[in-house]
């Protein structure tokens, strides 16, 4: 079987190019308030260190999962797939993204501040796969010429793809400020610019899957696959997909964040610093050339059905009707994502005049197995850190959604920085986390 599932190979394509959303944990609670701290809540706008504060540029990687440690990344690098769905004692959830700050800046003017920002994000993602379904997809060649997977996956499992950029609008004000008490609001209100969705929604797959030497068999299976993608993108005739890197062109979708913030002063700065904000209401629109194809599968018990995925894409859906097992539902008029709406607290304390420690977590709203869903994960992170002057040392623990607690170091001078949040259990005990951020940012003019 030459290609048993372009759809893996697809995600194996994209995962093999990101190295590795998440904004920035770590830095985002630096005590040098920059426009990482406004993309974590916009109210922060009126908390900038500097009157004029200019992102030069910035960018984090990450990849986050339930199965790998990162020894097994080093030792199974040529087969981590299998590896991954050969170990799996229940789904199956990676998550891999890039964000990349381009220039952005922030002014205060008396008891306001404004912002521009530039971001791109790039995400690739396995959401609740089923690991047995996976080995049958992922295996070419087993051991024996003859098994049976029972397959039994009774809810919608994804492998999502998809990049957009982002132009930022923010806006804040301070409402009170009383004494040492400081209170603001702020909202962003962002212009988005769809390039790449590609989604496979594989919901509720259950049948029997039979091999014979090298060839595959469905018997006694229902279910439905939505696939989802930009018609450019592939080549009907090889069935591979080329994928676009950026798109400053096409608007097609808003969003909106919107935060509080308060401040509690003492003689020299800062004693607390909270907040609250609502992040990525909104969504993006892929026009008319956005492939979204759902096919239905019906095959009774006792009957079988080749899997054969040779030849152009034509000839492969000709297969699919032409066996009475499948019915094939079209839609030519785009798709609506959802961006991960969430809620995200944090507070952060002086404790001492050079040691801080911060907390911050984010609780989605959104349903990650919902085919139209930008996905992104829940977390908790507590950071202390060391402040010198314009030198900092901080240390982000972080619970993830996916891949558990990891812990990290990173360090600031000025307006430099680099980190990771998984470096340093990375170094002492097994982690399914590898990431690294790092960027550079100026300031000018007194507060």
Do not use: C
């Not at 676009?244 to 401040?263: E, H, R, T, W």
């Amino acid at each position: 079987m030459k290609q048993k599932s372009t759809l893996i190979l697809l995600f194996l394509l994209i995962a093999n190019s990101l190295f590795a959303q998440n904004s920035f944990i770590g830095i985002q609670n630096s005590q040098r308030k920059s426009m990482h701290s406004v993309g974590m809540n916009p109210a922060e706008i009126n908390n900038l260190t500097r009157k004029f504060e200019l992102n030069i540029f910035s960018i984090q990687g990450s990849l986050s999962n339930n199965i790998l440690s990162f020894q097994d990344v080093l030792n199974e690098s040529d087969d981590l797939l299998n590896f991954v769905f050969q170990n799996a004692d229940g789904p199956v959830n990676i998550r891999t993204s890039v964000e990349i700050m381009g220039p952005s800046i922030g002014i205060r003017f008396k008891k306001w501040s404004f912002g521009f920002t530039t971001q791109t994000f790039n995400n690739a993602h396995l959401v609740d796969f089923d690991p047995k379904l996976g080995e049958s997809l992922t295996i070419e060649q087993l051991s024996a010429t003859n098994n049976i997977f029972t397959i039994n996956s009774p809810y919608n499992q994804r492998i999502n793809i998809n990049g957009w950029t982002e132009l930022g609008f923010t806006g804040g004000i301070e409402l009170l400020e009383l004494g040492n008490h400081k209170l603001s609001i702020g909202g962003t209100f962002k212009l988005l610019f769809p390039y790449n969705y590609v989604n496979i929604g594989l919901d509720n797959i259950n049948g029997t899957l039979v091999q014979d030497d090298s060839d595959f068999f469905l018997s006694n299976s229902t279910g439905a696959v939505n696939i989802t993608y930009p018609e450019m993108i592939l080549d009907e005739d090889n069935l591979t997909f080329s994928l676009s890197p950026f798109n400053f062109i096409s608007l097609n979708g808003i969003g909106f964040d919107l935060g509080a913030n308060y401040q509690l002063k003492d003689e020299k700065g800062t004693k607390l610093n909270a907040g609250i904000t609502l992040r990525n209401f909104g969504g993006m629109t892929f026009g008319q050339n956005q492939r979204n194809t759902t096919y239905r599968m019906n095959i009774p018990q006792n009957e079988f059905f080749e899997l054969n995925f040779e030849g152009n894409l034509e000839e492969v859906e000709s297969r699919l009707t032409e066996s009475g097992y499948f019915t094939i539902d079209r839609q030519r008029e785009g798709i609506r994502s959802s961006l991960p709406t969430l809620i995200a607290a944090y507070g952060e304390l002086k404790v001492t005049p050079i040691f801080y420690l911060s907390l911050y977590g984010q609780q989605n709203f959104s349903d990650m197995n919902r085919n139209e869903q930008v996905v992104n994960q829940n977390l908790l992170v507590i950071t202390p850190r060391l402040l010198l002057g314009n030198f900092e040392i901080y240390s982000p623990w972080v619970n993830y959604e996916v891949a558990g607690i990891t812990g990290g170091l990173g360090l600031r001078v000025g307006g430099f920085f680099i980190g990771s949040n998984s470096v340093l259990t990375g170094l002492i005990a097994d982690t399914n986390q590898i990431d690294v951020h790092f960027g550079f940012s100026v300031g000018f003019g007194n507060r």
